[in-house]
């Protein structure tokens, strides 16, 4: 927990992605209640693990006909983008059998002939019509652009029955180990990317030609530690949470470029539900936050003026362990925290301006400063199906899976 697997390359390993099924009793939902069942749909062992980037294709994946219930593009130690299709039934379910080894129906790679030892860090996958733009980012710095709409074109080849596709586009960001790929949703194809790395750089592109990307202006984040960046589709605005690391405690903060939503630390984990126009936040210290953002290109005033714009699901940790206590100079390993530290999640409650100096008092931090790592939310996805529109997965850096229920109505 205490080191970041994307920071440095490490030695292959076998990892597994698990496939969730998640169902919805209606009978019990029109009693108020909420009772979803969740148990593991299948399993897919990937060989060259761990996974450090996937991303789904946005739409038009799930085809009942043909058994397929999307496409998933996974990147892990290797330079190689495995596209993968997930079989929507498996034919052994029924008896158990749920880890499955796909093999992939494309590869995106950064040379078919001489491979590449960089690994990938970041998928996106476009959300225009088609979906045939990827822009990943890399290990060292490297960027590619892909088009996997021609399989007869120059960029694609075909080994042994597989298909291999090759960059459309490849350069050098200026800045080691890519964070932040974000693509801004355009009806006419992909229009402007957002790329950053941890610190020091965060530079808007213009790629309406692929082969030739434009630098719109460069944002220089010296002073801030970038932790997560998020391009609502609804918004042109781009949502950036980072933190300061001047100081040991500093206010994290969500900014849209004038606007500002704090948080008691790192925003680490973003979305946007754009179907309640809703921003959730997953923090470093285990905050998970829903912001009504309103209208993000507004004016900031008129977003001062919002007075329910907070709910917030805390989580504080317990020490578990009565029999002895550790000492103040000796850092908490992970083996320590997994042993004597329970989890106390607390309920969705809204926080209002009257409250908003004790949400992001620095006290709120668990001590010893270290406990951030192990507490951290790394992801959170809304659902943004029409029927399951309140649903958001959340995932922490201590192995804790939540599926959350957010009724707007009660809080905005």
């Not at 590619?144 to 596709?165: L, M, P, Q, T, V």
């Not at 405690?249 to 969500?254: D, I, K, L, N, P």
């Not at 999640?345 to 992001?360: C, D, E, F, R, T």
């Amino acid at each position: 927990m205490l080191k970041h697997a994307k920071h440095k390359p490490e030695a292959p390993e076998d990892d597994v992605l698990m496939l969730l099924k998640c169902q919805l009793s209606e009978s019990e939902e029109r009693r108020g209640v909420w009772p979803l069942a969740t148990r593991l749909h299948y399993a897919i062992r990937v060989p060259s693990g761990p996974v450090h980037s996937f991303a789904f294709m946005p739409s038009g994946g799930y085809d009942k006909s043909a058994n397929r219930l999307g496409l998933l593009a996974v990147a892990s130690t290797q330079s190689d983008v495995n596209i993968y299709s997930l079989p929507l039934n498996l034919e052994d379910e029924a008896k158990g059998h749920v880890v499955i080894e796909l093999q992939p129906s494309l590869t995106l790679t950064l040379d078919v002939n001489n491979p590449v030892t960089d690994l990938c860090t970041k998928i996106c996958w476009s959300e225009a019509s088609g979906h045939n733009f990827l822009a990943t980012g890399y290990f060292r710095g490297n960027v590619a652009f892909w088009d996997i709409s021609d399989e007869e074109g120059i960029n694609c080849f075909k080994r042994n029955g597989h298909i291999h596709f090759v960059p459309l586009h490849y350069f050098y960001f200026g800045e080691h180990n890519i964070q932040t790929v974000e693509l801004h949703y355009d009806t006419n194809g992909p229009r402007w990317l957002a790329i950053g790395s941890s610190t020091r750089k965060l530079w808007i592109y213009d790629i309406i030609n692929w082969t030739q990307p434009l630098p719109l202006n460069e944002d220089s984040i010296a002073n801030l530690y970038l932790a997560n960046v998020s391009w609502p589709p609804i918004w042109e605005t781009l949502v950036v949470g980072c933190s300061d690391v001047q100081r040991r405690f500093q206010r994290a903060s969500c900014l849209t470029i004038k606007p500002s939503y704090y948080t008691v630390s790192s925003a680490r984990a973003m979305h946007f539900n754009v179907r309640e126009n809703v921003l959730v936040v997953g923090t470093d210290n285990g905050d998970l936050v829903f912001l009504n953002t309103r209208e993000l290109n507004a004016e900031p005033i008129l977003l001062k003026m919002t007075s329910k714009c907070r709910a917030v699901s805390s989580s504080n940790l317990c020490n578990l362990n009565t029999e002895s206590t550790p000492a103040p100079d000796k850092p908490i390993t992970t083996e320590d925290f997994l042993q004597d530290f329970g989890l106390n999640v607390k309920p969705l409650a809204g926080v209002g301006k009257s409250q908003k100096n004790a949400y992001i008092d620095p006290k709120r931090l668990p001590k010893p400063y270290e406990l951030l790592a192990m507490t951290r939310l790394n992801t959170v996805r809304c659902n943004w199906n029409s029927p399951a529109r309140s649903w958001v997965a959340v995932g922490a850096e201590h192995g804790l899976l939540r599926i959350v229920h957010f009724d707007r109505d009660k809080f905005f």
